[in-house]
């Protein structure tokens, strides 16, 4: 099975099973999600030999009955839409110059049961890359050089889980690498099912806290702060990313 065979088959369970809502007429779910999928396509452009740049910012014109029909649906469908724009991405290799945006806009010009898509980059200051964490279905930005994540309300971010330790693991970030580090907590930390207490921490890596899973991703966008990283921390990132030896 190609891989555009398998994103579609992936496309429809994922929207029709999100929604388990049939419409007898007029556009579905999935045709917005494969209208996405489509505009990323034609619109990606080559920058570098190693890197990909998509459209972030979508715009799905709908009639006045289709777009009612998917207003019922809420914010349910642009999460799954969002959700599936960044799947199909990372399975093409494309990166985003900022955060991805996906609207639905009623227009008297488009016939019932067609739809329209325009899409737009993003522009303006240099590409930079942002350190987000995916945790119970949430995703949440590294705005700071420690991030403390936990099952205390005094953590950076919490987790309902009686599993971890009030502070049990912070995620390290300058804006270029990242570490995870246990914080003694009671159960410890495993890092791709490996337990840890400490390491470089790669893109798209699992770490796993009690019951809970987190990934860490980094993200393209626009000229983003950078935290600043004390000294004594950057050199142990280097370190641990080189395989040299931890202060």
Known sequence: MGLLDSFEKG?????NSAFAKTFRSGIQPVEIASALRS?????????????????????VRLSPADDERMSGLGDALVHELDTLVHKHAKAQGYSFAGPVSITLRRDEDVSTGTLRVESST?????VSWRGVVDVEGRRIPLTKSRTVIGRGSD???????????????????DGERAMVRDMKSTNGTLLGGRKITEAALP???????????????????ASPPKPPMPADEATRMFDLREGGPLA
């Open 39 to 59: 505009e990323l396509d034609k619109k990606a452009a080559v920058v570098s030999r190693d890197r990909i740049l998509a459209p972030n910012t979508f715009a």
């Open 122 to 126: 993003a522009q303006g200051g240099r």
């Open 155 to 173: 953590a950076d971010i919490t987790v309902a889980d009686t599993g971890t330790s009030r502070k049990h693991v912070e995620i390290l970030w």
């Open 203 to 221: 893109p798209d890596s699992t770490i796993r806290i009690g019951r809970t899973d987190i990934v860490f991703r980094v993200v393209a966008q």
């Open 11 to 15: 496309l429809e369970r994922a929207v």
